[in-house]
């Protein structure tokens, strides 16, 4: 006569959670009973790891899926190491874990289905979960070392009964006679459903996962073959030494759903740590093209132990390296691990520091070892290197190198701030200098860059809209200081500073002409070929943040800008004598104009008064 039994209280409340309250993600009983088995049969082949002989004839250790069709029932079978009597018991009428009752709590204080789900998750009910899609579960086991088996079954409801049976094999096997509503889509008794489980949450398990597949070879012939439906071996889990590269670009492409092959591949175990975990990392060669929209999943996917347990975990991945694909393993991940109980996990802190130091070691040594193809890269992912730095700059010192800029003497290959340190002139000062544009031509044509040139200062080209943002955060490099050659107080030389004063008056009386428009006029030493530049009078709000900003509706307020004039430049011996002839001469009013506008255009910026410009060059042009 079977026994029957009382589930443990808490037990009770679980289940009937769990029958009445769930209705999705149902899918999940399905890993959570053969992630059992994988347990069981790892305790086995543990043991027989010191004895053979306990295997028996039973030496592969399997999992096998039946579908009955015409009872509407699943059964999930293992020849594991079994349960004994005490043990069915023990496991499967009690909740052994601690923090049960606070659990439960939460749990019948929890207002959606979703909260319910998402708290299920975080303690797991393992074996329980059967009970979501069958009105009755029946376990028959045989633990490897007792003669007799023992049967359990129940409807969930309540009480469970357990008695001795008769059982040939080891190991343990679970039927599960279906509910009779469940949904079209939660149709387990469809081989084709139950393959794309496993393939889905179970691929990887170690052991192969049985199933006796049915297809039709003629029409109206049936041929019956027992398939196995899991790949069992992960990638990564073998040796990196046995992976082909092409084994490892498939791999890349049928998970992350890209077409190209990824530009570099991270695969490494960390032992010894704190926590022990197998990474595969994916960079890939093209950015997604929804990369910047709301569609697109950062993070990693997680596993225990080859077992499937979460996709996308921001946790494990920098926000700045989010481009990065691919996926962890570790057996000390819970396989109901949570989204909120990441947040919290220290081991989770561990890996995301190894995998991000791993993913700059692996850039950085292409940026050594393969400049081309890092170049390639930089073009892709710069853009989203240089945000993520610029909304972390806390992570300077790790990223820095990674930068690569145009400049006024680099080639194709670009240049590293190191490297553009490495090559500073000795009476350049501490300054790295940069100029902002929207092209490089547009640099290379901006009056600035003439005494630049002429003196051999390398000049970095800041060509993305973001560049200046994160020059100015990062502030130096290696001590050196980033300068703009557009920044007012850039003074190459200090002998002009007689002539400024010498000029003092005709200068005043520009900036009077100019009123509203600059906050200044000056002369400068940096100019060579042009006769005047506009710069920014504030040094934090250059002329093409304001651009920027302007675009984006942040700004309110124009930059204030300075009018610098060419003091060696054959306009500026003009002015002078006409001021010298009369001070007052319109005449100077028309170049001060003149000059003002010009240079707007050679920043890029607009002319306010387009028909006044236009009529002040047919002056000039007639004279
Ligand atoms: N196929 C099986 N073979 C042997 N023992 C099993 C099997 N399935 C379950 N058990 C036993 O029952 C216990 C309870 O299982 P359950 O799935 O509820 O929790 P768990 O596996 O310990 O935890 P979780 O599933 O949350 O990781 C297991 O720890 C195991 O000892």
């Given at each position: 006569?079977?026994e029957?039994?009382?589930?443990?209280?808490?037990?009770?409340?679980?289940?009937?959670?769990i029958?009445n309250?769930?209705?999705?993600?149902?899918?999940?009983?399905l890993?959570?009973?053969?992630?059992?088995?994988s347990?069981a049969?790892?305790?086995?082949?543990?043991?027989?790891?010191?004895?053979p002989?306990i295997?028996?004839?039973?030496?592969?250790?399997?999992?096998?899926?039946?579908?009955?069709?015409?009872?509407?029932?699943?059964?999930?079978?293992?020849?594991?190491?079994?349960?004994?009597?005490?043990?069915?018991?023990?496991?499967?009428?009690?909740?052994?874990?601690?923090?049960?009752?606070?659990?439960?709590?939460?749990?019948?204080?929890?207002?959606?289905?979703?909260?319910v789900?998402s708290?299920i998750?975080?303690?797991g009910?393992?074996?329980?979960?059967?009970?979501?899609?069958?009105?009755?579960?029946?376990?028959?086991?045989?633990?490897?070392?007792?003669?007799?088996?023992?049967?359990?079954?129940?409807?969930?409801?309540?009480?469970?009964?357990v008695?001795?049976?008769?059982?040939?094999?080891?190991?343990?096997?679970?039927?599960?006679?279906?509910?009779?509503?469940l949904?079209?889509?939660?149709?387990?008794?469809?081989?084709?459903?139950?393959?794309e489980?496993?393939?889905?949450?179970?691929?990887?398990?170690?052991?192969p996962?049985?199933?006796?597949?049915?297809e039709?070879?003629?029409a109206?012939?049936?041929?019956?073959?027992?398939?196995?439906?899991?790949?069992?071996?992960?990638?990564?889990?073998?040796?990196?030494e046995?992976?082909?590269?092409?084994?490892?670009?498939?791999?890349?492409?049928?998970h992350?759903?890209?077409w190209?092959?990824?530009?570099?591949?991270?695969?490494?175990?960390?032992?010894?740590t704190?926590?022990?975990?197998?990474?595969?990392l994916?960079?890939?060669?093209?950015l997604?093209?929804?990369?910047?929209?709301?569609?697109?999943?950062?993070g990693?996917?997680?596993?225990s132990?080859?077992?499937?347990?979460?996709?996308?975990?921001?946790?494990?991945?920098?926000?700045?390296?989010?481009?990065?694909?691919?996926l962890?393993?570790s057996?000390?991940?819970?396989?109901?691990?949570?989204?909120?109980?990441?947040?919290?996990n220290k081991?989770?802190?561990?890996?995301?520091?190894n995998?991000?130091?791993?993913?700059?070691?692996?850039?950085?040594?292409?940026?050594?070892?393969?400049?081309?193809?890092?170049v390639?890269?930089?073009?892709?992912?710069?853009?989203?290197?240089?945000?993520?730095?610029?909304?972390?700059?806390?992570e300077?010192?790790?990223v820095?190198?990674?930068?690569?800029?145009?400049?006024?003497?680099?080639?194709?290959n670009?240049?590293?701030?190191?490297?553009?340190?490495?090559?500073?002139?000795?009476?350049?000062?501490?300054?790295?200098?940069y100029?902002?544009?929207?092209?490089?031509?547009?640099?290379?044509?901006?009056?600035?860059?003439?005494?630049?040139?002429e003196?051999?200062?390398?000049?970095?080209?800041?060509t993305?809209?973001?560049?200046e943002?994160?020059?100015?955060?990062?502030?130096?490099?290696?001590?050196?200081?980033?300068?703009?050659?557009?920044?007012s107080?850039?003074?190459i030389?200090?002998?002009?500073?007689?002539?400024?004063?010498e000029?003092?008056?005709?200068?005043?009386k520009?900036?009077?002409?100019?009123?509203?428009?600059?906050?200044?006029?000056?002369?400068?030493?940096?100019?060579?070929?042009?006769?005047?530049?506009?710069?920014?009078a504030?040094?934090?709000?250059?002329?093409?943040?304001?651009?920027?900003?302007?675009?984006?509706?942040?700004?309110?307020?124009?930059?204030?800008?300075?009018?610098?004039?060419?003091p060696?430049h054959q306009?500026?011996k003009?002015?002078?004598d006409?001021?010298?002839k009369?001070?007052?001469?319109?005449?100077?009013?028309?170049?001060?104009?003149?000059?003002?506008?010009?240079?707007?255009?050679?920043?890029?910026?607009?002319?306010?008064?387009?028909?006044?410009?236009?009529?002040?060059?047919?002056?000039?042009?007639?004279?």
């Amino acid at each position: 006569m079977p026994e029957v039994k009382e589930f443990q209280a808490e037990t009770k409340q679980l289940l009937n959670l769990i029958i009445n309250s769930i209705y999705t993600h149902k899918d999940i009983f399905l890993r959570e009973l053969i992630s059992n088995a994988s347990d069981a049969l790892d305790k086995i082949r543990f043991l027989s790891l010191k004895d053979p002989s306990i295997l028996q004839n039973d030496t592969e250790l399997q999992i096998r899926i039946d579908i009955d069709k015409d009872n509407n029932t699943l059964i999930v079978e293992d020849n594991g190491i079994g349960m004994s009597y005490e043990e069915v018991i023990e496991n499967l009428g009690t909740i052994a874990k601690s923090g049960t009752k606070n659990f439960l709590n939460q749990l019948k204080q929890a207002q959606s289905e979703n909260t319910v789900i998402s708290l299920i998750g975080q303690f797991g009910v393992g074996f329980y979960s059967a009970f979501m899609v069958a009105k009755k579960v029946i376990v028959e086991t045989k633990k490897w070392d007792q003669d007799k088996g023992v049967r359990w079954e129940s409807d969930g409801t309540g009480t469970y009964s357990v008695e001795e049976c008769e059982k040939a094999n080891r190991g343990t096997k679970i039927t599960l006679i279906l509910k009779d509503d469940l949904d079209e889509d939660e149709n387990y008794l469809d081989q084709y459903k139950i393959q794309e489980l496993v393939k889905k949450h179970s691929n990887y398990i170690k052991y192969p996962i049985k199933m006796k597949w049915e297809e039709e070879v003629e029409a109206g012939k049936q041929k019956i073959t027992v398939k196995i439906l899991n790949s069992m071996v992960p990638l990564w889990n073998k040796n990196k030494e046995e992976i082909t590269q092409n084994e490892y670009n498939e791999f890349y492409k049928e998970h992350f759903y890209d077409w190209n092959d990824p530009f570099d591949v991270i695969h490494f175990k960390a032992e010894g740590t704190t926590v022990e975990f197998t990474a595969l990392l994916y960079i890939p060669s093209k950015l997604p093209f929804t990369f910047f929209s709301k569609d697109y999943k950062r993070g990693l996917n997680l596993y225990s132990k080859n077992v499937f347990i979460m996709e996308n975990c921001e946790e494990v991945l920098p926000d700045y390296l989010g481009f990065v694909k691919g996926l962890v393993d570790s057996p000390d991940f819970s396989l109901n691990i949570s989204r909120e109980i990441l947040q919290k996990n220290k081991q989770l802190k561990v890996i995301r520091k190894n995998i991000e130091r791993k993913i700059l070691d692996a850039l950085k040594s292409k940026l050594e070892n393969e400049r081309e193809k890092y170049v390639e890269f930089w073009k892709e992912f710069g853009k989203v290197i240089k945000a993520g730095l610029y909304q972390n700059i806390q992570e300077k010192e790790k990223v820095q190198d990674l930068l690569l800029f145009e400049s006024s003497t680099s080639d194709k290959n670009m240049v590293t701030l190191k490297e553009y340190i490495s090559k500073m002139k000795e009476d350049q000062g501490n300054y790295i200098y940069y100029a902002v544009g929207e092209s490089k031509d547009i640099i290379e044509n901006l009056p600035q860059m003439e005494s630049f040139k002429e003196k051999g200062y390398e000049v970095l080209y800041l060509t993305d809209e973001i560049d200046e943002f994160l020059i100015k955060l990062m502030h130096d490099y290696e001590g050196k200081e980033f300068k703009s050659i557009s920044s007012s107080n850039v003074k190459i030389d200090e002998k002009f500073k007689e002539k400024e004063e010498e000029n003092k008056d005709l200068l005043q009386k520009i900036k009077e002409y100019l009123k509203d428009k600059v906050k200044d006029v000056r002369l400068t030493d940096k100019l060579k070929e042009s006769p005047a530049c506009i710069v920014s009078a504030n040094e934090a709000i250059s002329l093409n943040m304001e651009k920027t900003l302007k675009n984006l509706e942040q700004l309110p307020f124009e930059a204030e800008k300075i009018l610098e004039l060419n003091p060696d430049h054959q306009v500026f011996k003009i002015l002078t004598d006409i001021y010298h002839k009369d001070p007052n001469s319109e005449e100077i009013k028309d170049y001060a104009e003149l000059l003002y506008n010009q240079s707007l255009l050679l920043e890029g910026l607009e002319i306010e008064d387009k028909a006044t410009f236009a009529k002040l060059i047919t002056k000039l042009m007639i004279k």
